[in-house]
């Protein structure tokens, strides 16, 4: 069996956090972990953020059952419901009866539940929990004392005592963290160490406890002897503690440095063993230096000890240390693997390229620091899941080895009048002859990329905003740690002045940022409004307006897929030009916490107040409402994918946030219009340096006259460079929903531009200039074969954020001043036309002032 205790804890208790002396790593390792929720999503955020440590519980009577299951689905290991709920919950679903505990609070219920098991024997090993005497249960469902089924639920009033009596009859007891302590006799608080001693069975002769060691995997460290005194130092010190039969206490290590981080507490079916789940450090566990006393690790602890020991200390030059340093090695080594596994056909064959699969795999892994043991918890929680997919292949795999998805479906499609020919490989747009394709099939063709529904992104994004809003920085950190995996990151921003050693670059990047920032400022300086705006409408009425700079303003830098230093330039750079007092950055930190050397040069150059260690929706609420250590902004710009673009709306829709937004940025795309004299090279390369974005990108090329070798010279160039593109899988995704067309003329071309308006548009053409009078709708132009769109996302000056300009960091006031001969010439109009609407209070604002003018 397990611990048998489980704690109760609040379900937005967070990792780390001390509720009183009892938090959630002592909860890891004496039990699990009990949350009564109101909805689902409590448990399902709970249960994520902690699934790498805790096993949990869930009361579920006071939710539908639906979203039981979506808690079970999310991980839980057991949930708690009423008889009636679960009796009706197994009946609709196929849940293991193990995950089931039903509350049993009368006699009527346990008479209930008794009566349908007789009828539903399958469901034997659910549980039962009461309130108090649940040791009564046994007999009543005659449940073994081993096994776990059995649980009481202790209410304010609990007492050590009572615990101790239900926990040595076999009961688990469910205690609230706060009535827990680790050191005994603490103002009347139940000790851990007294309820998990009083569960062991000691030896007969010694009185001591047997106590099996194992590590993170399970695997047998070493058999060693422990005491009621040994198990209180091991959980006040959280290391390593055992009953030496010649010596007292022994802290494992204390002389040969070999410690234990001690990371939980069980035991085996009927008591007589406990079992500590240790992390050993140092040599190993056995005194003869060995991973265990039953000789060194073997299989994949072996291999996972080899590697962990290779990624800090591999020979220079070694194969090893080029795994570990060629990300793209390691890739292209999985890939092979996995398809000579899929090729071989022997017993011996495919144990040997199983094994070659897996230790590039786990070579991949232990360099991202993912270890074994975070795989097994994974497939674990997997496991829980009781809802499945149907499990097919992806279409691109499936079509590669001739599988159909649709081969199992009720009802298989008609047969073909001939076969379809296989789907190539070749990365290549779909064409269009304009001249004999219907109107309707090209603006088809002319659609955007669908996106996800509106409404499952804001069900997903609006949970983050108001946590963040609630509670601050720790809720930025809890999903910075969660999605960026930056575990170690312990303050959610970067203030100004940052330290040199953040911005160590290259000298050549540098000075590329150095000539860009100069760039973007000379340009955008140029769109400065010199001096007010004044009219005089009519005499004695003046009109003016002038501009002030948004006060404080938040730029989002995206990360995900590609670090984007030159985004923070295009931001960064016109809100210092438009002389905003407070700049404050957001981007998404690296998994080690740290964010990359060149956004933080940029926000140097930018004169940014800070950076905030964020992406996503949470990176937005900070900047929208403000944290203990984030400013507060005024207005949100920059791109970012479909969560920070509903996050940005939303802010923006809440009247108490007071912030604003740009306009919403989408998918990346670019249009090239090119003629006979176009270079397909330089046709090609526009194409794939937008189509790299995203899978969501989307290109369209627009041919003018151009006959088959000509179409195919460019259709070429696009699969040879595609190809040699290490985001050659993401340009492959964008690739499938692009299109050429191909047209007549250039007046033709311009008015499908037109009519597609794109974000940018590529004018390889011949006298290029001269058609731009013909451009109605278009985010960025680049006119002629030597102006590539890379220029203007980076360096020409111009904005590549194309919703962006110095007017995106103003806002315009304007005024009105009035002379008594100015009042005198507007006020019929004025107080006519109040009259009209019915607005008498405006119409006697003028009248009044009137009455003193006419009798001066």
């Not at 039962?128 to 649980?151: H, I, M, S």
């Not at 615990?163 to 827990?180: D, N, R």
């Not at 198990?231 to 959280?238: F, I």
């Not at 400013?631 to 802010?651: C, R, W, Y």
């Amino acid at each position: 069996m397990a611990s048998p205790l489980v704690i109760a804890v609040q379900p937005r208790a967070r990792l780390g956090d001390q509720e009183d002396d009892f938090g959630l790593k002592d909860i890891s390792r004496v039990g699990s972990a009990f949350i009564k929720v109101s909805a689902s999503v409590e448990a399902v955020e709970f249960i994520k953020s902690n699934s790498s440590l805790l096993d949990t519980y869930v009361d579920v009577t006071t939710i539908a059952p639906a979203d039981a299951v979506e808690v079970l689905n999310a991980g839980a290991a057991k949930i708690f419901l009423t008889p009636k709920q679960m009796i009706t919950l197994a009946a609709e679903n196929h849940i293991p009866s193990s995950r089931l505990v039903a509350y049993v609070a009368s006699d009527e219920d346990t008479t209930e539940l008794r009566n349908w098991l007789t009828d539903a024997p399958e469901f034997e090993n659910i549980g039962v929990c009461a309130t108090a005497n649940a040791a009564r249960l046994f007999e009543k469902f005659g449940f073994p004392r081993d096994g776990g089924q059995v649980y009481r639920l202790f209410g304010r009033d609990v007492t050590e005592a009572a615990v101790i009596e239900e926990v040595t009859h076999g009961v688990v007891a469910i205690v609230s963290s706060e009535q827990l302590t680790i050191v005994p006799n603490t103002n009347g608080k139940v000790s851990v160490a007294n309820v998990l001693s009083s569960r062991a069975v000691p030896d007969a002769n010694t009185g001591l406890i047997a106590t099996l060691v194992v590590d993170e995997r399970g695997v047998s460290l070493g058999f060693v002897w422990s005491s009621k005194e040994s198990l209180l130092e091991a959980l006040k010190t959280g290391t390593g503690v055992y009953q030496s039969r010649k010596r007292g206490l022994w802290f494992k290590g204390q002389t040969s440095g070999d410690v234990q981080q001690l990371l939980g507490v069980g035991f085996d079916c009927d008591a007589d063993c406990m079992i500590f789940r240790v992390k050993q450090l140092g040599r190993g566990f056995c005194h003869l230096g060995t991973n265990t006393c039953f000789g060194r690790y073997q299989g994949l602890s072996s291999l996972q000890k080899t590697l962990q020991s290779r990624k800090e200390s591999a020979p220079a030059g070694s194969y090893t240390a080029r795994l570990f340093n060629d990300p793209k090695l390691v890739e292209a080594k999985i890939m092979e693997e996995a398809e000579e596994l899929c090729q071989a056909t022997t017993k011996d064959e495919i144990a040997a390229e199983a094994a070659d699969l897996i230790y590039f795999a786990l070579t991949r892994c232990i360099a991202a620091d993912v270890s074994l043991e975070d795989i097994e918890r994974n497939l674990d929680m997997k496991h829980l899941k009781v809802t499945r997919r149907k499990g097919d292949a992806k279409p691109r795999w499936a079509e590669k080895v001739g599988l159909s998805n649709t081969e199992t479906a009720p009802k298989p499609s008609p047969a073909p009048e001939k076969p379809a020919a296989a789907k190539s490989d070749r990365i290549e747009m779909k064409r269009i002859y304009t001249a004999s394709t219907p109107v309707s099939v090209i603006k088809d063709a002319l659609q955007r990329p669908s996106q996800k529904s509106n409404d499952a992104i804001v069900g997903l994004v609006k949970p983050i905003i108001n946590d963040v809003r609630t509670n601050g920085d720790a809720a930025v950190l809890k999903y910075t740690h969660k999605f960026e995996k930056a575990t170690s990151l312990t303050s959610p921003v970067l203030k100004a002045p940052f330290p040199e050693h953040l911005m160590q670059l290259s000298p050549d990047t540098i000075k590329a940022i150095d000539v860009s920032f100069e760039n973007i400022k000379k340009f955008h300086s140029a769109q400065k409004d010199d001096k007010p705006l004044v009219v005089e409408t009519m005499p004695g009425v003046v009109c003016s307006r002038f501009s002030r700079p948004i006060e404080r303003v938040g730029l989002y830098i995206p990360g995900g897929t590609a670090v984007l230093p030159s985004t923070a330039l295009m931001l960064g750079v016109p809100a210092m030009v438009a002389g905003c007092k407070k700049i404050v950055l957001a981007s998404p930190p690296r998994s080690d916490g740290s964010i990359s050397p060149e956004i933080v040069y940029a926000a140097h150059k930018c004169g940014a107040e800070s950076i905030v260690l964020a992406g996503g929706a949470q990176a937005v609420a900070a900047m929208a409402y403000g944290t203990e250590s984030i400013s507060k902004v005024d207005k949100i710009l920059g791109p970012g994918n479909q969560f920070v673009t509903a996050a940005k709306m939303m802010v923006s829709n809440d009247t108490s946030a007071g912030v604003s937004i740009d306009m919403p940025a989408g998918p990346s795309e670019v249009l090239v219009i090119a003629d006979k004299k176009a270079n397909p090279a330089f046709v090609a390369s526009d194409l794939l340096s937008q189509a790299e974005h995203g899978v969501d990108s989307q290109v369209i090329l627009i041919a003018v006259d151009l006959d088959e070798k000509e179409l195919a010279a460019i259709e070429n160039e696009l699969h040879q460079q595609a190809n040699a593109l290490p985001r050659v899988d993401i340009v492959r995704g964008s690739i499938e929903h692009s299109v050429s067309f191909v047209v007549k003329n250039v007046e033709e071309a311009l008015n499908l531009s037109n009519e597609y308006a794109p974000e940018h548009l590529i004018l390889q053409l011949e006298n290029a200039e001269d058609v731009v009078p013909l451009v109605e709708n278009a985010g960025s132009v680049f006119i002629g074969q030597w102006t590539p769109e890379s220029v203007g996302d980076y360096s020409a000056g111009v904005n590549h954020s194309l919703r962006v300009n110095l007017g995106s960091f103003v806002k315009h006031i304007t005024s009105s001043n009035l002379s008594a001969e100015g009042l005198r010439n507007v006020s019929g109009a004025v107080m006519q036309l109040a009259a009209v609407e019915g607005l008498d209070a405006h119409k006697r604002a003028v009248s009044i002032r009137m009455d003193v003018i006419n009798k001066a």
